[in-house]
């Protein structure tokens, strides 16, 4: 059974502390993503990855940066952690090419509260 | 660029109605097109998708959507709801070439009543 892996279900954190959520997934997938879900907006996208040490910036990229050192592993870094960054992070991959006719498989999510 | 707008940000039925959830999307280029279901605290899970085979498709649970160029649809139905079937549901879009990564609808919340 394939499997998006991450780190925590539910966490909460300070402002201004230096927060890490990891993801792992374990089907060889090039591509990798990191998604925040608010309630009425839907999925946004933070950062993704193509490859190994590559990143591009999505949608809503500010107060956040990202690192993958290996394939199966992304982190989403939150330098200084802020309360307007309480939200769901969703973690995805894909096997993506250039096509976009491939499904995303996503983590169990994790609730981030900043207090 | 590619987008994708759900109608109804929850719909309501009663339990062994049709499920009707709708989406629309605007591509320049063939789509493919994607429905996730996430249940309560849980990732999304693919439902099902359509990349330019039948249009008609047919995915887990009862649920099947159809591709329909003429009106830019994608909408799932299910004929009859179950209680289990209560989840909130996301419409995606995604293009081959350029920007592959997909757009995601902001969701409808199904509510199913006994």
């Known amino acids: 059974d394939v499997k998006v892996t991450q780190s925590s279900r539910y966490l909460v954190k300070r402002t201004g502390e230096k927060v890490f959520l990891e993801c792992v997934q374990d089907m060889d997938h090039e591509n990798m993503f990191w998604y925040r879900q608010d309630p009425g907006l839907g999925l946004r996208l933070i950062y993704f990855s193509y490859d190994v040490k590559m990143k591009e910036k999505g949608d809503i990229p500010e107060g956040y940066s990202v690192s993958r050192e290996k394939k199966e592993r992304f982190s989403l870094i939150l330098e200084s952690a802020s309360t307007n960054q309480t939200s769901m992070y969703l973690c995805?991959?894909?096997?993506?090419?250039?096509?976009?006719?491939?499904?995303?498989?996503f983590g169990p999510g994790t609730r981030l509260t900043v207090t | 660029a590619q987008s994708v707008t759900q109608l109804g940000s929850h719909v309501s039925v009663s339990e062994g109605a049709l499920v009707l959830l709708r989406c629309n999307y605007s591509s320049s280029v063939p789509p493919y097109l994607f429905w996730y279901v996430q249940y309560p605290n849980q990732g999304l899970q693919l439902l099902l998708k359509y990349t330019s085979a039948a249009t008609l498709v047919k995915g887990i649970n009862g649920f099947e959507a159809e591709f329909k160029k003429s009106e830019t649809s994608f909408h799932l139905t299910k004929p009859s709801a179950h209680m289990s079937d209560a989840a909130e549901y996301f419409c995606a879009v995604s293009v081959s070439g350029g920007s592959y990564i997909p757009t995601f609808g902001r969701g409808t919340s199904l509510i199913v009543h006994p």
């Open positions: 995805a991959s894909d096997r993506n090419r250039g096509r976009g006719s491939y499904e995303q498989y």
